[in-house]
C-alpha cells in the first residue's frame, strides 16, 4: 500500500537558516510526488512536484526538493528561511486508484521560525 | 488564488443533520476530488469524479455522497452527522484522470454540535 511518512512533527529553525523537511515514501511504480504547504486557516498550495526527469526540482517561494530513489525520500530545503515560511507543510504521493488516482499524504510537518 | 472555488468557508450544524458541500474547479480541470482533514486522520482522500464519473472511492462513509454535474461542479453530501464528522472539507481539481497535479480550493469548515 502506498503511504508517506513525514518524521519531524514540529521544527523551528531562525529566520536566515537553512530548511530541511524530510519526507519517505513507500509506492510500488514509479512516484509522483508533491509538496503542498498550508498556511493557519487556508488552503493547500502547490510548492513544487516531481513527476520525471531531473531529480532535483525547484519550486516556488525558493523552495527546492531533490528526488532520491535508492533512499524512497523526497527532501524539501530552502537556503534562507523566512518569517513568512512557518506554516505546514505536507508531502504527497500521487497513486494509481481504481479507475482514477488519489493522493496519499504525510502526516504533515509544522515550521516555526523564530526571530 | 489556486481558482478553485468552495462554498460555504464555514458550516455549523447539529448531530443527525444532513449539509451540502459545494466546488468549482478551475477552468478547463476535468476531475474533481473531495479530501477529509481531520486531527486525527489527517489528510484523507474520500472520492474523484472525472467528467460527470466516479473514477476512485477512498475512506468515505456510506453516510456519505458526491457526484459532479455537467458544468463540472461537484457537490458532497454529508447526512446523518455526527461530532466526529467536524472537519475541514477540501476539494481539488486537475485536468486529466490520471496521475495530474492537482490544486486545491479553500476547504470548507465543517463543525457538528
Known amino acids: 500500500a502506498q503511504s508517506v511518512t513525514q518524521p519531524d512533527i514540529h521544527i523551528t529553525v531562525s529566520e536566515g537558516a537553512s530548511l530541511e523537511l524530510r519526507c519517505n515514501y513507500s509506492?510500488?511504480?514509479?512516484?509522483?510526488l508533491f509538496w503542498y504547504v498550508q498556511s493557519p486557516g487556508q488552503g493547500l498550495q502547490l510548492l513544487l512536484k516531481y513527476f520525471s526527469g531531473d531529480t532535483l526540482v525547484q519550486g516556488i517561494k525558493g523552495f527546492e526538493a531533490e528526488f532520491k530513489r535508492s533512499q524512497s525520500s523526497f527532501n524539501l530545503r530552502k537556503p534562507s528561511v523566512h518569517w513568512s515560511d512557518a506554516a505546514e507543510y505536507f508531502c504527497?504521493?500521487?497513486?494509481?486508484?481504481?479507475?482514477?488516482?488519489?493522493?496519499?499524504f504525510g502526516a504533515g510537518t509544522i515550521l516555526r521560525v523564530k526571530s | 488564488d489556486s481558482g478553485v472555488t468552495q462554498t460555504p468557508k464555514h458550516l455549523i450544524t447539529a448531530t443527525g443533520q444532513r449539509v451540502t458541500l459545494r466546488c468549482s474547479p478551475r477552468?478547463?480541470?476535468?476531475?474533481v476530488y473531495w479530501y477529509q482533514q481531520s486531527l486525527d486522520q489527517g489528510l484523507q482522500f474520500l472520492i474523484q469524479y472525472y467528467n460527470g464519473e466516479e473514477r476512485a472511492k477512498g475512506n468515505i462513509l456510506e453516510r456519505f455522497s458526491a457526484q459532479q454535474f455537467p458544468d463540472l461542479h461537484s457537490e458532497l453530501n454529508l447526512s446523518s452527522l455526527e461530532l466526529g464528522d467536524s472537519a475541514l472539507y477540501f476539494c481539488?481539481?486537475?485536468?486529466?484522470?490520471?496521475?495530474?497535479?492537482?490544486?486545491f480550493g479553500p476547504g470548507t469548515r465543517l463543525t457538528v454540535l
Open positions: 504527497a504521493v500521487g497513486a494509481l486508484w481504481e479507475y482514477g488516482n488519489k493522493l496519499v
Open positions: 477552468s478547463g480541470d476535468l476531475s
Open positions: 509506492y510500488g511504480a514509479t512516484p509522483y
Open positions: 481539488a481539481s486537475s485536468v486529466n484522470r490520471g496521475f495530474d497535479t492537482q490544486y
